[in-house]
């Protein structure tokens, strides 16, 4: 069992089987996983935001990439509706994003981000 402050995670069962049987339960990794997109989403949406773009539409998902007990990849894969942005401004912010969220900040991963426009 594991404890945070919110008690969000109280129930989790965190187990090897779990982690690299898929056996009911949580891994580090979706932790991270679940970190890095929410924090992207977020960072992404000031960043529209504050460009006057708010989205409509956010669409955040994220796969963490082990090899032999080693980290070494986030794959964000970004779908958002946001009204009235040209794709390069999008890009633009979408980078920063990756940049300057304080998740992508704390990886020392090779952070990847495939993000499109509907």
């Known amino acids: 069992m594991m404890s945070t402050e919110s008690d969000l995670l109280n129930d989790v069962k965190f187990t090897s089987k779990s982690r690299f049987e898929g056996a009911p339960g949580g891994s580090p990794e979706e932790l991270i996983a679940a970190a890095h997109a929410a924090c992207f989403s977020m960072k992404l949406s000031f960043n529209l935001s504050e460009q006057d773009f708010p989205p409509a539409k956010l669409d955040v998902q994220c796969a963490i990439k082990m090899e032999d007990f080693v980290i070494n990849e986030s794959r964000l894969v970004v779908k958002a509706e946001v009204p009235g942005i040209d794709q390069e ?30």
């Open 89 to 118: 401004t999008f890009n633009d912010l979408v980078e920063d994003a990756r940049l300057n969220c304080p998740i992508s900040k704390l990886l020392d991963v090779s952070i990847v981000v495939e993000a499109s426009l509907s």
